[in-house]
């Protein structure tokens, strides 16, 4: 019954550091996507995959490295942390074919001061 | 591109109130639409949906209709409850991807 799991929950992180999230499914869907969170924009796609392999630029990558080397598995991955980066950053998964139900994880807070 | 404009919040309601929030898209071809709800210090929880036309989702006394014709699907329920009190997001998919657009979200407070 885990659905969309991701960690950490919270982090701080200092400028120019590095960090995942990770991200795991169980529910053997092919499409997963990265989303951030900012206030009074809604969300906004970093990165998404249709399969294992596969990866592809949303509409904000740039800071952001994804990789999907295992259907369950899709990490994200900040390679120097900005203060632009504090955000509140959600995985997504779902099977192909239009009006499938996207499901979301439980969020990561994460701050760089 | 595709997009979203979805009603300005926060909005405040006394309980038993009835709720509307409008949500207009912009979309290419034939879009599925969605409507997610997060309470507070929570992630995503998917509310309901529509994938084509005329079509309606509910889900706990929320209602939506797809009108292609006006582009629209306006949020509504009847009686809102304090348990209501949360963030909403309409949200659109179109074509094969599986990514949603998000509206900015509207912040709903129900007061006892």
């Known amino acids: 019954n885990a659905g969309v799991t991701q960690t950490p929950k919270f982090q701080v992180l200092k400028t120019g550091q590095s960090m995942t999230l990770q991200c795991a499914q169980d529910m053997n869907h092919e499409y997963m996507s990265w989303y951030r969170q900012d206030p009074g924009m809604g969300l906004r796609l970093i990165h998404y995959s249709v399969g294992a392999g596969i990866t592809d630029q949303g509409e904000v990558p740039n800071g952001y490295n994804v990789s999907r080397s295992t259907t369950e598995d899709f990490p994200l991955r900040l390679l120097s942390a900005a203060p632009s980066q504090t955000s509140v950053y959600f995985c997504?998964?779902?099977?192909?074919?239009?009006?499938?139900?996207?499901?979301f994880g439980e969020g990561s807070w994460l701050t760089v001061v | 591109g595709d997009s979203v404009t979805q009603m300005e919040g926060p909005v405040t309601l006394s309980e038993e109130a009835f709720l509307t929030i409008n949500c207009t898209y912009t979309?290419?071809?034939?879009?599925?639409l969605f409507w997610y709800v997060q309470y507070p210090g929570e992630g995503l929880q998917l509310l309901l949906k529509a994938t084509k036309a005329d079509d309606k989702g509910s889900n706990k006394g929320f209602e939506a209709t797809y009108r292609k014709e006006t582009t629209s699907f306006h949020l509504e329920k009847g009686s809102v409850q304090v348990s209501d009190s949360a963030v909403y997001f309409c949200?659109?998919?179109?074509?094969?991807?599986?990514?949603?657009?998000f509206g900015s979200g509207t912040q709903l407070t129900v007061l006892p």
């Open positions: 979309a290419t071809g034939y879009p599925s």
């Open positions: 949200a659109l998919s179109s074509g094969s991807a599986r990514q949603l657009t």
């Open positions: 997504a998964s779902s099977l192909s074919g239009p009006g499938n139900t996207i499901y």
